[in-house]
């Protein structure tokens, strides 16, 4: 299994883009990356999936380079409401086990 | 519905009780997950079905911990003679089928041991 780091927390302000990088040195061929957020007393939510280079939906963008060791997720413009956990998952979902959490980011944002 | 459906949202259980937690996930998803996530930490992989065979249940803490889905649809989680380590919140989620189709979370279960 591709296991993941991330930093354990980050703090940002209201208005500010904020990027959450996510390494992931034995990634696989066939693994994708994919980064959910959770919020309190709620499940995860899925964010963004991407294999290579950029994928951008409408409320973030993944930003991975050519060896994929690592990924960023870009969230742009921060509000209080972004204030969560946010998780990289690394596999091709083939096996369920892929599918495994690590401790995550909590992103706090200030006012 | 329109989502994953857990139920209770909460339960109180006496240590040695018997629980049963129930997932209605989201209607056609093949695939069905149980993750138990403690306080501060990332969800952890309990068990998978797909349809109604159990794939994989190498998350399962112990033996007092089973699950099922019999009928393919809802999923029920059961945990006998309670412990206060089960003490977590118990996270169902489903997802379509493809591999890398993204999962649905319910909300969750807390269990809390007394």
């Known amino acids: 299994l591709a296991k993941t780091t991330q930093p354990i927390s980050m703090d940002s302000y209201e208005g500010q883009e904020v990027n959450i990088t996510c390494s992931h040195n034995?990634?696989?061929?066939?693994?994708?990356i994919t980064w959910y957020q959770q919020f309190p007393s709620q499940g995860p939510r899925f964010i963004i999936q991407?294999?290579?280079t950029k994928v951008t939906n409408e409320v973030a963008s993944l930003f991975i380079p050519a060896d994929r060791k690592s990924s960023t997720l870009s969230l742009p413009r921060v509000s209080l409401s972004d204030t969560a956990v946010y998780y990289c998952?690394?596999?091709?979902?083939?096996?369920?086990?892929?599918?495994?959490f690590g401790s995550g980011t909590q992103l706090t944002v200030l006012p | 519905g329109a989502g994953v459906s857990q139920s209770p949202r909460y339960k109180v259980a006496k240590r040695g009780q018997d629980v049963a937690l129930r997932c209605d996930p989201i209607?056609?998803?093949?695939?069905l997950f149980w993750y138990q996530q403690a306080l501060g930490q990332g969800p952890e992989f309990l068990t998978y079905?797909?349809?109604?065979?159990?794939?994989?249940k190498s998350g399962l803490p112990s033996d007092r911990f089973f699950a099922e889905r019999p009928e393919g649809s809802v999923s029920t989680l059961k945990i006998q003679r309670t412990q206060q380590e089960d003490s977590a919140v118990y996270l169902c989620?489903?997802?379509?089928?493809?591999?890398?189709?993204?999962?649905?979370f319910g909300s969750g279960t807390q269990l809390s041991v007394l």
């Open positions: 989620a489903s997802r379509l089928d493809t591999r890398r189709e993204k999962l649905f």
């Open positions: 034995n990634i696989a061929t066939n693994d994708y």
């Open positions: 991407g294999y290579k």
């Open positions: 998952l690394v596999g091709d979902g083939g096996s369920a086990r892929q599918l495994t």
């Open positions: 209607s056609g998803h093949v695939s």
């Open positions: 079905f797909q349809n109604e065979a159990q794939l994989d």
